[in-house]
């Protein structure tokens, strides 16, 4: 246990290397408007602040230093040359609302990965401008309804989602103040398009479609889909989720699409940062270019400028103050170019080839696949119900005993179809010595399930900490420390 | 091929134990008129030497110029350690601590950022941030409706950033919810209370109280606050972080304090990277809690009784509510939290208030170096923090231009925001900006001015 920051405080201590030289005054504003009481926030040295945090840091699991096979995640190396990029002089100290004559270097690059994502893609146009890929679902849903709206189709008030389909997905549709209506799986995975022929009709806005889908497959009825999905005047949304499975390979424009985000943060291996900060851009066919969100870069004989709401009337609308996350676009930017040309394809070639390597070694071990009869696609499900049903042993105990093991634990019970899932994405950036490593602990845990089993279920024992109260975590509150706690 | 490991010899183990002969065939159930190669635009790849020079080439073009423009986005000083600690691949290429065990770091800082930022706004809790500061503004206003139930209204002062009503208005427009403009008096430039005084029906769900607002200016919060409490109706402040190192804290404006706290985190040591990645932050009252959207970390024990920190309140969030959860939400901005964790640490409560007392002093000696020129005047007469309305006797875009090739960003015009303000310029002067530069800037404008 590490002690927390406040309680190494010491009530005077100033760091004067960051307490800046002067002696200003605030006199002209009104006592009223002033702090009475200091914030609570530590007083601690330069060495005591820095010392933490090191520390901290050591306490986590990170791609730097373990396997991370996190499904729908793709947790791919994070090139330290992109970070570098971002942070010269030039790009890190341009203020946001400085003329674009002065920010010309960066719109360059912008621009270059606005049009790489659209190549990639195989969509009209792509705006940069969202934040994550929650906030890429919501600008591609927001304008499916600014789409309807602008031809007066008023009645469509139901977005089709999936039940495979991430969380996000629904979340997002009722945002943009439409219901949701769940289409069923099949057994083998697909969309059960029977079903989705049922649902679909003159209330459907549209449908969002993950492919290859968060099961571990290729949706392969995706064109019949996408004929069924226009041919009642709906739209297709794309959720570029698992992009990095077809990177190069297919473009979303060509399976029948209308609008895309992808996640930059996954396929392009920006930052996870402890949890963003992400990028999801979007990409569009002809008939929505209008709506997207501004700023929109353009380019005109080799000037880039930034357009607003007031140069593109049906956008709709901003989604942050500025220009979305400039400096992970710039990482995503800097990636992009070292993959080049022929590097694109083979992400999508060697993501799958682990995946399909991890899942043939691990059927040969004697685990179950969710879906045997499909090859995977960049990741692949397992079921642990068997090991459950006959040791007691859960995925969340095969996680944390991963753990112990040094690997982080892959997806777990996502997607909610699948009993006892794993959900594993191994990556293309991993070697072969790294996926070994990790089948054999599946196999040493498969033994210690039923040789050890109170040992792997009380499971992580080599972490800083022991599984955790959750449920205490939720009844009794504590989100802010408080010093009389303590 | 970058980036990935694979020898020739290793390729072919993996096809041999797949049982397949060559990559291709492990995309055979995807359609094949599906199956596109061809990238007419992407270009051959560049190796990292490659790379480094096309990128500092482009940074470079972009120069270096001497900022007095605010805006929503400050140039402050950021302590050398904040981003060589969060740079550490440890907390960089981490992800969502989902796997709590393996990820304490990451949730004991989230913790004791949530604490930092519960007390420099004066609420009860935090959460683990969100995008920015204006999509926060959103995510405050849906809150504020969720926990009004029927009340649809919300009261958008003129005098907030105009991007931060454009964003809102994109985010919850869908949703019923109306935005009603309140004016702000043309001297003070601060919200004009009469008129909201007539605007606060029954209908509305929450106020928003910018503080500063757009133009610098300091509202009377206290009155606003017990004003809209009276009738009813939600505050939400909208803040600047680093100015409540000195000025009074949200949760203590009025009587009770405002309900929901919202802001950009960019000047607690985020650099200004054309417009991001930043953080938005928000706080509110304990009440309020399983309305928040986001992320939250909790403490509590492990299984021997040890402290240990994990994600809380999950069930108020996409992944298990799905169309019912509080915000479509999921990755934050983990990264830029780290860092300002880190900046809050380094600088202290002491550090931070200098800070934002020179960013207050040196505006002043600004705003009394331009005015000084015939011609540059105030705007308005409210004391400031650290920005200032300057009306100026030129055409200011042609001054700005004048002034960028000089090196120097004058400031934000108003105009194309606010008809009635021609001729205006939002300036600002940080703890960074020194009296030279300041002078330099003057010897500029005056020269400027009396062309005319």
Known sequence: ?????????????????????????????????????????????????????????????????????????????????????????????????????????????????????????????????????????????????????????????????????????????????????????????????????????????????????????????????????????????????????????????????????????????????????????????????????????????????????????????????????????????????????????????????????????????????????????????????????????????????????????????????????????????????????????????????????????????????????????????????????T | MPFIPHTEEETRLMLEAIGVRHIDELFDEIPADLINEKLDYVPPALDEAGIRRLSRKSADADGHYINFIGAGAYEHHIPAAVWQIATRGEFYSAYTPYQAEASQGTLQLLYEYQSMMASLTGMDVSNASLYEGASALAEAVLMAVRAQRRKQRILMPVSIHPAYRETTETIVKNQGISLSNIDYASESGTIDMSQLSDELGDDVAALVIPQPNYFGALEEVDALVDLAHKRGCLVIAVVNPLSLAILKAPGEWGENGADIVIGEGQSLGIPLSSGGPYFGFMCCTQKLVRQMPGRLIGRTVDADGKQGFTLTLQAREQHIRRSKATSNICTNQGLMVTAATLYMSLMGPAGMAQAAKLSHANTRMLVEKLTAIEGVEVAFNSPVFHECVLRINTDVDDLIRAITAQGIIAGKPLESDYEELKNCLLVCATELRTEAEMDDYALHLERIVSKR
């Open chain 1, 1 to 485: 246990m590490t002690e927390l920051i406040f309680e190494q405080s010491t009530a005077g201590r100033i760091n004067n290397a960051q307490f800046l030289a002067g002696t200003p005054a605030i006199d002209d504003i009104p006592e009223s408007l002033l702090r009475k009481k200091r914030p609570g926030l530590p007083e601690v040295s330069e060495m005591q602040a820095v010392r933490h945090y090191t520390r901290l840091s050591q306490l986590n699991f990170s791609i730097d230093t373990q396997f991370y096979p996190l499904g729908s995640c793709t947790m791919k190396h994070n090139p330290r040359i992109c970070n570098e990029a971002a942070m010269y002089d030039g790009f890190s100290g341009r203020h946001p609302s400085a003329p674009d004559s002065t920010g010309q270097g960066v719109l360059s690059c912008l621009y270059d990965l606005q049009e790489i994502l659209k190549d990639i893609s195989g969509m009209s146009e792509v705006s940069l401008a969202p934040m994550a890929g929650a906030q890429g679902e919501f600008t591609g849903i927001a304008m499916i309804r600014a789409y309807h709206e602008a031809r007066n189709d008023d009645a469509r008030e139901e977005i089709l989602v999936p039940d495979a389909a991430h969380g996000t997905n629904p979340a997002t549709a009722v945002m943009c103040g439409y219901k949701v209506r769940e289409i069923p799986t099949l057994d083998n995975g697909d969309v059960d398009i029977d079903a989705l022929r049922e649902a679909i009709g003159p209330q459907t806005a549209g449908l969002m479609l993950t492919n290859p889908s968060t099961l571990g497959v290729f949706e392969t009825q995706i064109t019949e889909i996408a004929e069924l999905v226009h041919g009642a005047g709906g739209l297709l949304y794309y959720d570029g989720a698992n992009m990095n499975a077809i990177l190069g390979k297919v473009k979303p424009g060509e399976m029948g699409f209308d609008v895309i985000h992808l996640n930059l943060h996954k396929t392009f291996s920006t930052p996870h940062g402890g949890g963003g900060p992400g990028a999801g851009p979007v990409g569009v066919n002809e008939r929505l270019v209008p709506f997207l969100p501004v700023p929109k870069i353009v380019e005109s004989s080799g000037e880039y400028t930034l357009l607003d709401k007031k140069d593109c009337p049906q956008s709709i609308g901003r989604l942050s103050c500025f220009m979305g996350n400039t400096g992970i676009l710039l990482r995503a930017w800097v990636y992009a170019r070292l993959l080049g040309h022929d590097g694109m394809k083979r992400v999508a070639d060697y993501a799958t080839l682990n995946a399909n390597y991890m899942k043939a070694k691990l059927e040969q071990a004697g685990f179950e696949m969710a879906y045997k009869t499909r090859r995977a696609t960049h990741e692949f499900i397992l079921t642990l119900k068997k090991e459950k049903a006959e040791t007691g042993v859960t995925a969340m105990d095969f996680a944390k005993r991963l753990l112990d093991k040094g690997y982080h634990a892959p997806t777990t019970y996502f997607p909610l179809l699948v009993p006892e899932c794993f959900l594993i994405e191994p990556t293309e950036s991993e070697s072969l010595e790294e996926l070994d490593g990790f089948i054999k602990a599946m196999e040493e845990i498969q033994q210690e399930a039923i040789e050890q089993t109170e040992m792997v279920k009380s499971a992580p024992h080599s972490l800083p900490v022991r599984r955790l109260d959750d449920v205490r975590a939720a009844r009794q509150l504590d989100v802010v420390w408080q010093e009389e706690q």
